[in-house]
Nanobody, 124 residues
């Protein structure tokens, strides 16, 4: 499966952005999807994940209440709505996919497919 992330850009603190991740190839709705981010000189970190059905979501504490992950299985697309953005949210955001799954997955090694990343810059 191939993943293409988009929607990044420059936004002022307090603003909003919506990231999209379109899946193509051997797509299946039974993929667990996740968003991760990597700031300069930092390790890639978990942001949010959604179960294959879309009924279950889980967030990193740092984004809880501000970000919302969702998916549209008919369009093979997962979204990350980011509100109340802060300068510390500045990073390259990556979407990832894991075949199957029956719990929340928050580690990079648990995901087998990755998109190319989209840069989000939040100015103060």
């Amino acid at each position: 499966v191939q993943l293409q992330a988009s929607g990044g850009g420059l936004v002022q603190a307090g603003g909003s952005l919506r990231l999209s991740c379109a899946a193509s190839g051997r797509t299946s709705s039974t993929y667990t999807m996740g968003w991760f981010r990597q700031a300069p000189e930092k390790e890639r970190e978990f942001v949010a994940t959604v179960t294959w059905s879309g009924g279950g979501t889980y967030y990193a504490d740092s984004v809880k209440g501000r970000f919302t992950i969702s998916r549209d299985n008919l369009r093979n697309t997962v979204y990350l709505q980011m509100n109340s953005l802060k300068p510390e949210d500045t990073a390259v955001y990556y979407c990832a996919a894991k075949s199957g799954g029956n719990r929340y997955y928050t580690s990079t090694w648990e995901y087998g497919y990755w998109g190319q990343g989209t840069l989000v810059t939040v100015s103060s």
